[in-house]
């Protein structure tokens, strides 16, 4: 699982454009000339002093940002405390004072992660790159509490980028050639490009893959936004930015934006008239979304649905008549139509009764009261498990006896004084959430020299081949500033195997969760992993040859490989074979790369194994795609691989800053290709739409975790599916639903507390023939309901199976 790190910020130049998250990114240095753009985000401080606002509500604040924070995006801003920050109260037209501002260049209780104002913001600004322009100092020359300061053109605004082409190919787009193969990436898109398409190419679509972000324009104005592959609106064009291009495409594009390209110039304009197109797309949606759940007998709420969209009509019909007068008012109005219709849209979702919802924290708490309040919030919006960063960088942010014996610190330096990790799991238990001990197991961290692990003991460090002779730890060169303990190093099982011990003997954690419990990216050659003196002593023993000097090509490299994911998979099978011991009723699972034979071939991940092996008990597998599709898809092939074993996809909408509906998208395609619930990564990144979208979408319905206990869950899921369909005469005929009912009573009696291991599994029978009469009810039933009602009987059969 990749740590919630910042986005990296890249410069604006003729080829480069600008790429952060957020409203727009202009370079750090044009900031005060660029204040006097009329267009752009602006502060302007009481003495008059204008900046440029970089982001608003970014998933993360990449370094040289002034970000604004608004209460969309949460309680707090979530930052670290090596930036600085301005917390604002709104007086109203643009006007907000200052309540308080601290830096890290001073001596001040808050530099960074502060309480937004329900009534206003924080301004939030990063540490620059090198030669950037600190806006720290801009923070703390011009801001003081009690000034008043103005922030312009947050809604009406504009951006800028440069296109790095223009229906490229190989011969026009070098860039987007792949070296390796000689031939065009999906789309002849390179990395951190820009690209538009056009129908003057000849193509229907755009061809790219899911790694980036993608907006469709017709009559100048947005139709339409989605990861890749695009189709090619005729008439109009495709823009299209993989990584962080995308990312300012996501942040800066809404539908309804106005978009001109002259040359290579791209601007991007958000007025009046793209809020009242986004808030009438967005009630035309969330009818239909509502028409279509109740064709299908979904389980919703449709006077809750009305209510939501009148508000949003009545709001569309007073920005309409603001439109040509007060043009900013009529966005502010449109804007909160659009939310309100979104709201009866998430309200029109499926919300399950019984599935995993997992999220990741990173915990930046320092006090029982933050604790409180972060898993309040995680529990409004519908969690049911958090796996808790434990283990990180090299620290526990627990007191433990085994780093201090080791030589470390005994505990994360700003959590000392409390034990965060007692607090985290009384507060989430007696919120109902299952509290999962999220570990780094190989992995120590980006400080350099390796933090204290690599401090105190640098012969733990994994060596690349290319670092083979150098002193001291060395940091990965595919996953850049990454340091690595190596995995076949004894004294480093050792050490790794105490410390999930201490944990589980000390904590009443539900479960251990294993993340990094791999080698480093080893692909291609040269950058792979580990030649340190221990393995390459201990192979050249075991099979006479030092791994130093083979190469691809040598018989003995298969071997070689082998050894290395032997090393994972029996250090997997150790931590098993300890938690048995110790806490023979907790939960014991991993995040693994979604597809097995990637992440067998370049990090010796042979998670297939472990589940063929029973080694663990459940498993997030971690999908990076943007698309609905492409989480689907790795969903799919997980589940063909995992069989019954419960497997929960992680996605990435947070992390990302995605849009809530794709977010939801995602969720639902997760369920869909058969997952047993959906987990999201990560907390620290969650805002508060994406929270709301959640609370009144797709989590809704309380939730019991499957693995907590099969026979429960399957019993929950059969009476909820049985009262679905008995309501659902409207769409599927009493007579038609008449066998699955009759079987979904029998193992629902079945599945009893009480009840034999036989009658459990007779039950699991019952489930599997009610999914083929479900499969066949053919045109009697809407289709919608009929593979719902299958995709859930087969997935309770599952449990039943475990139970």
């Keep these: 699982m990749p740590s919630p790190t910042p986005l990296r910020r890249t410069a604006v130049s003729a080829a480069a454009g600008a790429v952060l998250l957020g409203l727009l990114a202009a370079p750090a240095a044009a900031q005060r000339a660029a204040a006097a753009d009329p267009g752009l985000p602006t502060a302007v401080a009481a003495d008059g002093a204008t900046a440029t606002i970089d982001a608003l509500d970014p998933s993360s604040r990449a370094a040289g940002v002034l970000a604004l924070y608004t209460p969309d995006s949460g309680a707090e801003t979530k930052t670290n405390a090596f930036g ?3 917390v604002l109260r709104a007086v109203g037209g643009g006007a907000y004072d200052v309540l ?13 992660n ?29 801001l003081h509490a009690g000034d008043r300061v103005q922030l312009r053109n947050l809604l009406i605004r504009r951006a800028t980028a440069t296109l790095d082409a223009t229906d490229p190919t190989a011969a026009t787009n070098p860039p987007g050639v792949d070296p390796a193969k000689g031939e065009c990436f999906p789309g002849c898109r390179g990395a951190e490009q820009l690209v538009a398409y056009t129908p003057a190419a000849g193509r229907e679509r755009t061809g790219t893959n899911d790694y980036g972000f993608e907006i469709g324009v017709r009559d100048g104005r947005v139709v339409s936004r989605q990861g890749g592959d695009s189709a090619i609106p005729a008439g109009g064009f495709v823009l299209s930015g993989h990584g962080s291009r995308g990312s300012w495409l996501e942040g800066n594009a809404p539908l309804g934006a106005k978009v001109t390209v002259d040359g290579a110039a791209v601007t991007v304009e958000v007025d009046a008239q793209s809020f009242l197109l986004g808030a009438e797309r967005a009630v035309t949606a969330a009818r239909a ?9 979904l389980d919703i709420d449709p006077a809750a649905v009305d209510a939501a969209l009148a508000e949003a009509t009545e709001l569309l019909t007073q920005a ?18 659009t939310r309100r219709a979104d709201v009866a849209g998430y309200r029109s979702r499926e919300s399950r009764p019984v599935e995993g919802r997992g999220l990741w924290v990173r915990p930046i708490e320092t006090s029982p009261e933050q604790i409180r309040a972060s898993l309040d919030r995680i529990s409004a919006a519908g969690f049911n498990m958090v796996f808790l960063e434990t283990v990180w960088g090299g620290y526990t942010i627990y007191p433990s006896a085994v780093a201090e014996r080791a030589g470390m610190p005994a505990q994360r330096p700003e959590m000392r004084g409390f034990d965060p990790l007692k607090v985290w799991i009384d507060e989430a238990h007696s919120r109902g959430i299952e509290l999962h001990a999220w570990t780094h197991t190989f992995f120590v961290g980006v400080e350099s020299g390796g933090g204290p692990v690599l401090t105190a003991h640098p012969g733990w460090a994994a060596v690349e081949r290319e670092d083979v002779g150098k002193a001291g730890p060395q940091p990965s060169r595919m996953e850049p500033g990454y340091y690595w303990m190596d995995a076949a190093v004894p004294a480093v099982r050792t050490h790794v195997l105490a410390t999930f011990e201490e944990i589980l003997r000390g904590y009443a954690v539900d479960g251990l969760h294993l993340d990094y419990i791999r080698y480093p990216v080893s692909l291609p050659y040269g950058a792979d992993f580990s030649y340190s003196a221990y393995s390459r002593t201990t192979f050249a023993a075991e099979h006479g040859v030092d791994p130093y000097t083979l190469t691809p090509d040598s018989p003995q490299w298969p071997t070689w490989n082998a050894w290395r994911e032997k090393q994972i998979t029996t250090f997997v099978d150790q931590v098993r074979t300890m938690q048995r011991r110790v806490a023979a009723d907790r939960q014991l699972s991993a995040a693994v790369f979604a597809d097995p034979t990637d992440g067998l071939a370049k990090k010796f991940q042979n998670w297939g194994a472990w589940v063929d092996a029973g080694t663990l008990d459940f498993l997030t597998g971690m999908s990076f795609g943007t698309s609905a599709d ?5 969903t799919a092939v997980m589940r063909e691989r995992v069989g019954d074993v419960p497997l929960y996809t992680a996605t990435y909408g947070p992390l990302r800053g995605t849009s809530p509906d794709l977010m939801l998208d995602q969720v639902q395609a997760v369920n869909d290709a058969d997952s047993d619930g959906a987990a999201l990564f990560a907390y620290n990144q969650l805002n508060a739409r994406q929270q709301e979208a959640l609370r009144e979408g797709t989590f809704r319905t309380r939730s019991v975790v499957p693995h907590a206990d099969y026979r429960k869950a399957a019993r929950a899921g059969v009476a909820a599916l049985r009262t679905t369909l008995k309501r659902a005469t409207a769409c599927a005929p009493a007579a038609t639903t008449a066998a699955v009912r009759a079987r979904l009573v029998v193992a629902e009696r079945l599945l009893a507390d009480g009840m034999p291991a036989q009658a459990v599994d007779a039950a699991a029978k019952q489930l599997a023939k009610a999914a083929a009469s479900a499969s066949s009810w053919g045109d009697a039933v809407p289709a919608e309901l009929s593979r719902r009602t299958t995709r859930d009987l087969r997935m309770y059969a599952r449990w039943a199976d475990l139970a």
């Design 320 to 337: 309409r008549a603001a439109a040509d007068s007060e043009p900013e008012r009529a966005a502010e109005l449109a804007r909160d139509a």
């Design 84 to 86: 600085g920050e301005a």
């Design 289 to 297: 979304g509502k028409t279509a759940a109740v064709a299908s007998c």
């Design 114 to 142: 502060n309480a937004i104002p329900a009534d206003g913001a924080v301004l939030s600004a990063s540490p620059p790159e090198a030669g950037g322009v600190d806006d720290r100092r801009w923070l703390r020359e011009h």
């Design 100 to 112: 308080s501002v601290c830096t890290a260049l001073d001596s001040c209780p808050k530099p960074g």
């Design 630 to 634: 492409s989480v689907g898809h790795d």
